[in-house]
């Protein structure tokens, strides 16, 4: 398996049974554009907008592999098992005290294989910022994903609200927790 040059050496490259979780490459804009301008992929999160501006996926590819970075972001890469090399994306933020805020979204074509949860249980058992606690939010008509939270060991910890760009509004949330 071969990876462009442009992989960030600081972020490790996690691996499962079906899926490499691996930096984004700017090889991977068409296929993240594609999926991350579906709708339904905007709609289920906070910063996605709906329509994906031209040019949005290689500015996102720029961000996430500069130094800078505020959050670590990886490729649901399933080409290992004959999927696509971009099937979604896992992020990862770090905030103060030994926490993390965990986000994700898969595409569409691959909703209901359990990718999603593959894909957190990898992230959590690497623990790659050696968190204390983890969090996650999910949308409150999305449940599928917070099966997947649930699932990877989170506990409910409570509503809350978050603006969507996609839908323009704040929409209802609920909150997760995970003690590692």
Request: glycine share 6%; proline share 6%.
């Amino acid at each position: 398996m071969s990876y462009d040059n442009d992989i960030q050496a600081d972020q490790p490259i996690l691996t499962s049974p079906r899926l490499v979780l691996r930096p984004l490459q700017a090889s991977d804009a068409s296929a993240l554009a594609r999926y991350a301008g579906d709708k339904r992929v905007a709609e289920g999160t906070r910063s996605i907008p709906h329509p994906l501006p031209d040019g949005a996926a290689e500015g996102f590819i720029a961000q996430a592999q500069s130094s800078q970075r505020e959050e670590d972001v990886w490729v649901l890469d399933g080409s290992v098992a004959g999927y696509d090399s971009v099937m979604g994306l896992l992020s990862l933020k770090p905030l103060d005290r030994q926490q993390s805020q965990v986000g994700f979204w898969v595409a569409p074509a691959f909703w209901n294989a359990g990718f999603a949860s593959e894909a957190v249980r990898t992230v959590i058992s690497a623990n790659p910022h050696r968190s204390r606690t983890l969090f996650a939010e999910v949308f409150q008509d999305n449940p599928a994903s917070a099966h997947v939270l649930t699932n990877a060991g989170f506990d409910y910890l409570g509503d809350a609200e978050a603006q969507c760009v996609a839908r323009g509004a704040v929409v209802p949330t609920w909150t997760y927790i995970r003690r590692m």
